[in-house]
């Protein structure tokens, strides 16, 4: 198994881009969310998926859009990118519904930088 | 809401040293508690959990105590390997909220030879 996989490792981003971070797991796993780790603050949740075709936002979704059309794969849209985007964001997934204490897999992150 | 503090960065260690990384929490009720490892350049990695009161958690020399009484969750480990050094999360989470984790602000852990 890959686990979770993300695309890109690394981007720069001019101030009203757009782009799509990709996130792709082959566990099965119903559960994926999308998280951004910015210094001192944690990683703080921005999005997330119950099974394929249920999204709901987390504690910072303003400015990304996701869709979860396939089990496997959850993608995060920045419409117009905002220099306060500049973050790491890690993709994660963990098997079970909302309610599943399993353990979250995390990739290994997307390193973006808005100028 | 929900929030975790643990002890800022960083922290340097000789090998062999005694670590503790400090972790409290502010939550209604009695939340499941869960530290995670980063190492340079990955994604996180559940390192222990505990899921109610006086549970501890271990995994490769690590542990940690759910504390209720003191709202605390410090993690310790006896004697630390330079391939210890990453950065250490400490985080909470709610069945009822969907098991949605809530991270502190991280500590990172320098180990020197």
């Known amino acids: 198994n890959a686990g979770v996989t993300q695309t890109p490792k690394f981007q720069v981003l001019k101030t009203g881009q757009s782009m799509t971070l990709q996130c792709a797991q082959d566990?099965?796993?119903?559960?994926m969310s999308w998280y951004r780790q910015d210094p001192g603050m944690g990683l703080r949740l921005i999005h997330y998926s119950v099974g394929a075709g249920i999204t709901d936002q987390g504690e910072v979704p303003n400015g990304y859009n996701v869709s979860r059309s396939t089990t496997e794969d959850f993608p995060l849209r920045l419409l117009s990118a905002a220099p306060s985007q500049t973050s790491v964001y890690f993709c994660a997934s963990r098997n079970g519904g909302a309610g599943s204490t399993d353990t979250q897999y995390f990739g290994p992150g997307t390193r973006l930088t808005v100028l | 809401g929900d929030s975790v503090t643990q002890m800022e960065g960083p922290v340097t260690l000789s090998e062999e040293a005694f670590l503790t990384i400090n972790c409290t929490y502010t939550?209604?009720?009695?939340?499941?508690l869960f530290w995670y490892v980063q190492y340079p350049g990955e994604g996180l990695q559940l390192l222990l959990k505990a899921t109610k009161a006086d549970d501890k958690g271990s995994n490769k020399g690590f542990e940690a105590t759910y504390r209720k009484e003191t709202t605390s969750f410090h993690l310790e480990k006896g004697s630390v390997q330079v391939s210890d050094s990453a950065v250490y999360f400490c985080a909470l989470s709610f069945r009822a909220a969907g098991n949605k984790l809530t991270f502190g602000g991280g500590t990172r852990v320098l180990v020197k030879p």
């Open positions: 939550a209604t009720g009695y939340p499941s």
């Open positions: 566990m099965n796993h119903e559960y």
